[in-house]
C-alpha cells in the first residue's frame, strides 16, 4: 500500500465519524462544517410534528404500534403541531402589527412642502413662504378658492384668473 492511499483512507474515516457518531449523541440534525448553521427554519418546526404524526399513523395502520402507544403518541404530537401552528400565527400577528404600527406613523407626519421661490421646507397650512414672503397658495380673487399655477379659470366659481393675452 502507498501513502497516498492511506492519507485518503484517514479523512474519509475523519469525515464519516461525526456523521455516524451524531444520531448515537442524540443531537438533531447534521453537525455543522466550516461555520454552516443547521437550524432548522419556522416553516420546519411546524411541518416535522405533522410529518411525525403522518409516519406515525402509517406505522399504526401497518401494525407496527401497539393500540395505547399509537394514542399516547398521537395526543403529544397532536400538541406539538397545535404550538408550532399557533407559534407561528402569533408571529405572524406581531409582524402584522409591527407593519400597522409603522404605517401610522408615517401616516401621522405632517407632509411638508417646499417654497418654490426660495427652495425652503415650509409647513402645508402656511399660504405665504416664513422665509422669502413668497405667496405658497395662490387664491381665485372672487370666491378665495385656491388653484394650481397652470388654471386658467376657477374650478369653483369659473372667474378668469389670468388676464387673455391678444393673439
Request: hydrophobic residues 35%; aromatic residues 6%.
Amino acid at each position: 500500500m502507498n501513502t497516498s492511499t492511506i492519507l485518503i483512507g484517514i479523512a474519509f474515516l475523519l469525515i464519516t465519524i461525526p456523521i455516524v457518531a451524531n444520531p448515537l449523541l442524540g443531537r438533531k440534525g447534521l453537525p455543522t462544517f466550516f461555520g454552516h448553521s443547521t437550524s432548522h427554519s419556522t416553516s420546519h418546526k411546524k411541518q416535522a410534528p405533522l410529518l411525525a404524526l403522518q409516519d406515525l399513523d402509517f406505522d399504526y395502520q401497518l401494525g407496527k404500534v401497539a393500540e395505547d402507544d399509537y394514542q399516547r403518541a398521537r395526543a403529544g404530537l397532536l400538541e406539538q403541531a397545535a404550538a408550532a401552528i399557533e407559534e407561528s400565527e402569533q408571529a405572524a400577528d406581531a409582524r402584522l402589527e409591527q407593519l400597522i404600527r409603522k404605517r401610522r406613523a408615517d401616516l401621522s407626519q405632517p407632509i411638508s412642502k417646499t417654497c418654490s421661490n426660495c427652495e425652503e421646507t415650509v409647513k402645508d397650512s402656511d399660504h405665504f413662504c416664513p422665509y422669502c414672503g413668497a405667496q405658497l397658495t395662490a387664491s381665485c380673487p372672487s370666491c378665495g378658492e385656491e388653484f394650481a399655477e397652470e388654471d386658467t379659470f376657477c374650478s369653483s366659481c369659473g372667474v378668469p384668473l389670468k388676464e387673455q393675452q391678444p393673439n
